[in-house]
């Protein structure tokens, strides 16, 4: 099955270099091109996409904006959002992952970690490379606010072992590396991180970082 992809970016070159490299990769298509946030947002419902590359900075709507809408549209749920971004001064990034995004990208990613990136998407993954953005996620997620009771009660429908594999999802392990901490077969550890999905209602891991962090159960300069 062909991934489908929309490129929301007001830099045409940058379109036109992802484009190139996307196009090459059997199993993969550029499907659309928006310029705007807007016009992201429409193609996303009309060109039957499987993830949108989103640019933050963009005219009419930016992608924060952009993302949100797509993320909140119930006959979009399955399509995935990539922020693109600049790491080092883009302090939206947090932003976009509390609107729905699956995960972010820099401007200058390696062809290969760009596709990489693409497929893990689509398959319902979030966050890329794990270990790689622990860092990152970590410097965004230490803005947020004190954690509101009421985020903290929504763990409540955990169980302790879905707790317990909710705190290294949010450091960031991937299933196969949670599978060996807590002795567990990989297909049982994503089970649980599933369970979790469901019972908290998120998209993907992405969110289920942030709700981590916003319900106080993983602080910024936690351990494991």
Sequence with gaps: MTIRVLLADDQALIRAGFRMIIDAEPGMQVVAEAGDGREAVELARTARVDV???????????GLEATRRVCADDALAGVRVLVLTTFEDDDNVLLALQAGASGFLGKNVAPADLLGAVRVVAAGEALLSPAATR???TRFLAQLRPPAPQTAAALDVLTDREREI???????LSNEEIAAR????PLTAKTHVNRAMTKLDVRDRAQLVVLA???GLVRPDDRL
Excluded: C
């Design 166 to 172: 909710l705190v290294l999802v949010a450091h960031g």
């Design 213 to 215: 962090y916003q319900s």
């Design 52 to 62: 949108v590359l989103m640019d933050i900075r963009m005219p009419v709507m930016d």
């Design 182 to 185: 807590l002795f567990l077969s």
């Design 135 to 137: 860092g990152l996620v």
